[in-house]
């Protein structure tokens, strides 16, 4: 199976990208999405910079793919929306419907897990208009990923969200701006203090969400390390680590190990609180496995 790295969810400095981006370079990863999907007003990096990115990734042999924004609110994020839809080199992830439609009738390019897709009805007219990889809802359950898998078009990849904090929800507020009475043009750009993003406890103490600009994320990382032969036997063909500020390569390169029989799970990641409720139709922060 392969494994991808999903983009960065959080605001770095720019710096900081390059860093981790850096380090990707020699870690086991067959496929690295790039671009800012979260919020247009994040600016440490260009569109340039994502493309050089991208040309440095290609060049170590892995393959780059251009993510879209999530959340499109003006004529900026269209316009940015349609650069990397025709930037002509790199493959296009589309995480809604707006790219989807600048994408018809291109061959190649990736329905991202934000379009929702939970039917095979749905993926068969993804694929009518060009997509050849579509990556799960994140809180896709067995089932619901074995009726799309069972009835897939032929030449067309499945992808999943296996490892890293969920990205849950989207909104036109910031509520990371709010946490500091800030309005969502005059931010300040706060977020970038939260390198893996602002979490969030019960009265309890518990963890349960983090805050990350305009979207909602887990406070636990959810991961499948579990399920890699039940995911492989589903149909899947490539499995998502999303990045964080600390220990990414080490942990493509634990779920390397695993996928190819040279640890087991339990070796690889023992004791983590990690959640995985989704994939066994629970509520996403319980554990199963």
């Not at 999405?33 to 910079?49: A, H, I, N, P």
């Not at 043009?185 to 983090?210: H, K, N, Q, V, Y």
């Not at 190819?260 to 994939?279: I, N, S």
């Amino acid at each position: 199976m392969k494994i991808s790295l999903g983009p960065i969810q959080y605001y770095w400095p720019r710096n900081a990208v390059y860093e981790f981006y850096s380090s990707i370079a020699e870690a086991p990863v067959d496929i690295v999405y790039l671009g800012e999907v979260v919020c247009s007003r994040r600016r440490e990096m260009t569109f340039e910079d994502w493309i050089g990115l991208a040309d440095t990734l290609a060049a170590q042999g892995k393959e780059a793919v251009l993510s879209t924004q999530v959340l499109s609110e003006g004529a900026g994020d269209l316009k940015l929306i349609r650069r990397v839809v025709g930037n002509g080199r790199y493959r296009v992830e589309a995480n809604d419907m707006g790219a989807v439609r600048m994408l018809a009738g291109d061959a190649g390019w990736v329905a991202g897990p934000h379009l929702n897709v939970y039917n095979p009805q749905s993926l068969a007219l993804l694929a009518r208009l060009g997509a050849t990889r579509w990556v799960a809802p994140v809180e896709a359950t067995r089932e619901i990923a074995g009726g799309v898998l069972a009835a897939r078009p032929a030449g067309v990849e499945a992808e999943i969200f296996a490892h890293g904090r969920l990205p849950l929800a989207f909104s036109a507020r910031c509520f990371t701006a709010r946490r500091f009475n800030l309005q969502k043009e005059s931010c300040d750009w706060r977020c970038i203090e939260f390198p893996d993003g602002m979490p969030l406890r019960t009265r309890d103490g518990e963890p349960f969400l983090a805050i990350n600009g305009v979207q909602t994320q887990s406070a636990r990382v959810y991961s499948l390390i579990e399920e890699i032969a039940a995911l492989r036997e589903a149909g899947f063909d490539v499995l998502r680590v999303s990045p964080q500020s600390r220990g990414t390569p080490e942990t493509l390169r634990a779920w390397r190990a695993v996928c190819d029989g040279v640890v087991t799970a339990r070796e690889a990641f023992d004791g983590r609180e990690w959640c995985d409720g989704f994939w066994h139709g629970r509520p996403g922060l319980e554990r199963v496995a």
